[in-house]
T-cell receptor, first 112, second 114 residues
Framework: GDSVTQMEGPVTLSEEAFLTINCTYTATGYPSLFWYVQYPGEGLQLLLKATKADDKGSNKGFEATYRKETTSFHLEKGSVQVSDSAVYFCARGGTSYGKLTFGQGTILTVHP | DTAVSQTPKYLVTQMGNDKSIKCEQNLGHDTMYWYKQDSKKFLKIMFSYNNKELIINETVPNRFSPKSPDKAHLNLHINSLELGDSAVYFC?????????????FGDGTRLSIL
């Protein structure tokens, strides 16, 4: 079935470090791909999305490119801030009924 | 002007009790969802309704019964609560069933079973 695999966390970085969180997905169909962010005590918020191969989603300095050849959608940010500390979820659209399949989430902590 | 609102935010109760969680969205969306997030942050879909009709039921015990009185509301009733039901439950909505639609989430209901 559909699945999404994210890099294991937690990830701990210093402020202004470069961030990469890896995400790969199963290649059935032509899913849209999403990154969601969950700040402490809150629900998930859409961070960025890409709907077809080679699309780049970007928001708040974060970027991810839909790579069909490697079935990947890695999240990157050039310079993280303490306020980026959160849980990040990669997700793929389903083949029916708008179902999203989420990765296991990656906890990011950024220290000053 | 909260888009997806859930009540209550916290729910602490005893094993064996019955409880309900309510969800409302004011986005005019057709599709609503319930997710369960465990202590390791893993998210799993439980149910989805499109315009008051059940379209996804992901092998959830029948102690869990969703109800959608109209397309803006999706409530979750849980009978005979068990320790393993302790989790954060998220409601979400999306404009339609299409593959490219992002979902909008509520802030969650933190359920603790004593």
């Amino acid at each position: 079935g559909d699945s999404v695999t994210q890099m294991e966390g937690p990830v701990t970085l210093s402020e202004e470090a470069f961030l990469t969180i890896n995400c790969t997905y199963t290649a059935t169909g032509y899913p849209s791909l999403f990154w969601y962010v969950q700040y402490p005590g809150e629900g998930l918020q859409l961070l960025l999305k890409a709907t077809k191969a080679d699309d780049k989603g970007s928001n708040k300095g974060f970027e991810a490119t839909y790579r069909k050849e490697t079935t990947s959608f890695h999240l990157e940010k050039g310079s993280v801030q303490v306020s980026d500390s959160a849980v990040y979820f990669c997700a793929r659209g389903g083949t029916s009924y708008g179902k999203l399949t989420f990765g296991q989430g990656t906890i990011l902590t950024v220290h000053p | 002007d909260t888009a997806v609102s859930q009540t209550p935010k916290y729910l602490v109760t005893q094993m064996g009790n019955d409880k309900s969680i309510k969800c409302e969205q004011n986005l005019g969306h057709d599709t609503m969802y319930w997710y369960k997030q465990d202590s390791k942050k893993f998210l799993k879909i439980m149910f989805s309704y499109n315009n008051k009709e059940l379209i996804i039921n992901e092998t959830v015990p029948n102690r869990f019964s969703p109800k959608s009185p109209d397309k803006a509301h999706l409530n979750l009733h849980i009978n005979s609560l068990e320790l393993g039901d302790s989790a954060v439950y998220f409601c979400a909505s999306s404009p339609a069933q299409g593959l490219n639609q992002p979902q909008h989430f509520g802030d969650g209901t933190r359920l603790s079973i004593l």
